[in-house]
């Protein structure tokens, strides 16, 4: 496990330190997850933003429900992803973010 300190203006959400560092922890060489670790009371937390578990930026997955909304299909929205943003989609990406993000809770994402 590396650890990283760095500045990062987060709050220990059990303690409300600002005294919080970012750990690294890699799982095998290609994947890595960061976490937050309290100084104070050294308990760990990853902020929960609803993206977290997503390897794409937000806007890319919010534009991609837009276009979902839209009526695009799953190919028409890679399409626009990948030229608007220049990443690369597949359609089996776009259907888990509909299951993930297409919910009652959607209206606040997007
Ligand atoms: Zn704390």
Redesign the pocket.
Known sequence: MEQIYSEINKK?I????GQVCIVQIRKNTSTSREIYL?K??N?RFTPDNGFNRFRHPPIVIKTALRLNNKGLSLSQIAYQLNSSFRVKVSRKTILDWKKRFLTKESEKII
């Open positions: 220990c059990h303690c409300s330190s309290c104070s009371c308990r």
